[in-house]
């Protein structure tokens, strides 16, 4: 009987291990540990055993049971497991967006200018500052040499918060902020929003954007200006294109000039676009800082000199990209970013 309970066990164990189905293993539950099973017919037979052998066969039985039982009800708990994982994949619900529509973007054409030329004058030397766009009178008009009766002074003109408070008009404030904070040798540009009260057109916005330079020392002259515009404008466009200078006049600078850069079509032979001038429109204004900025900003004024140079970031976009109206910068027209 003992070799009977021993071969019902290991056929069981292969049984259950074989299984593939829960109804299969309710099956051979039942074909084994039933009231008809094998397990159970081997059980009534004891009665034939002797008084020592039945306590023995009996304990034998029991584990059989305990062990087939357990080997059933772990199989049972594979089965549960294997079908919450495939309902887990079947059933799977990805509730992020799709990766297929998400579009890497890229930056405006605009910022792409005004990083490059922050990079190029970077790597002339200069520093980049920064300074706020809520500026006193003081530093955007008094110090810097502009006369009371300057147009640009107008309530028509400027975006005033009250008498002594405007959104500044350009970014040479912030050489003002560098020439009182810091002693000469200075070198530094700055770039950012500035804002007057321009219609809106296209070549005008209330809100451009400036880069301004400006260099302080000993013995510093308008060759060195010329020659750091020059410098920049082949860093910037390519050998291939020239500069021309025409005298301007500038409340902050004596003597200014104003810059032209040779046309982007022709490179200086003269088309349509340049009307055959072989010339772009005036790209920069720059000159020599005026004494009396530098006496206002605490700098001697017989031992230093120094140049200044302003330019749109806005038209030297227009200009590399060949656009035409000033308002595709800031219309935010994906079919016009995407070309960039």
């Known amino acids: 009987m003992k ?3 021993e071969e019902i ?22 074909k084994i540990l039933g009231k008809k099973g094998e397990l159970t017919a081997i059980l009534k037979g004891m009665k034939d055993l002797s008084k020592e052998e039945r306590p023995v066969v009996g304990m034998i039985a029991n584990e059989i049971r305990e062990i ?41 054409p605009l910022n792409q200018t005004m990083n490059e030329l922050e990079d190029l004058f970077r790597h002339m030397g200069f520093s980049i500052v920064d300074g706020p766009e809520i500026e006193t009178v003081l530093n955007n008009f008094d110090k810097l040499n502009s006369p009371k009766n300057h147009p640009s002074r107008d309530m028509s003109d400027t975006f005033y ?26 070198r ?10 321009d219609e809106v057109d296209a070549t005008h916005s209330p809100m451009f954007h400036q880069i301004e330079g400006l260099v302080i020392g000993e013995n510093v002259s308008m060759a060195n200006l010329i020659d750091t515009i020059n410098a920049f404008i082949k860093n910037l466009f390519g050998e291939e294109f020239s500069t021309r200078y025409r005298p301007h006049y500038f409340p902050f600078t004596e003597p200014s000039i104003e810059v032209d ?8 032979k003269g088309c349509d676009i ?36 302003g330019m749109g970031v806005d038209r030297i976009t227009m200009v590399k990209y060949g656009l035409d109206d000033i308002r595709l910068i800031y219309d935010n027209d994906k079919r016009f970013l995407q070309q960039f």
């Open 68 to 108: 087939i039982q357990t080997s059933i009800d772990k199989k049972k708990e594979d089965f549960k497991w294997e079908e919450l994982k495939n309902r887990l994949i079947e059933e799977r619900l990805d509730v992020t967006a799709s990766k297929d529509l998400v579009h890497i973007g890229h930056r405006h």
């Open 161 to 186: 918060f009250d008498e002594s408070t405007l959104l500044r008009t350009h970014t040479s404030p912030v050489q003002v902020r560098v020439m009182e904070n810091q002693k000469p040798p200075i």
């Open 188 to 197: 530094m540009v700055s770039a950012g929003r500035t804002f007057r009260f």
């Open 9 to 30: 066990k290991v056929k069981a164990l292969e049984a259950i291990q074989e299984a593939d189905n829960d109804k299969y293993l309710e099956e051979l539950r039942v």
């Open 3 to 5: 070799e009977r309970l």
């Open 274 to 309: 340049c009307n055959h001038t072989g010339w772009s429109m005036e790209l920069l204004g720059g000159g020599m800082v005026h004494p009396q900025v530098l006496e206002n900003c605490g700098i001697d004024s017989e031992k230093y000199t120094g140049f200044a140079f």
């Open 261 to 268: 850069v040779s046309c982007f079509a022709c490179k200086g």
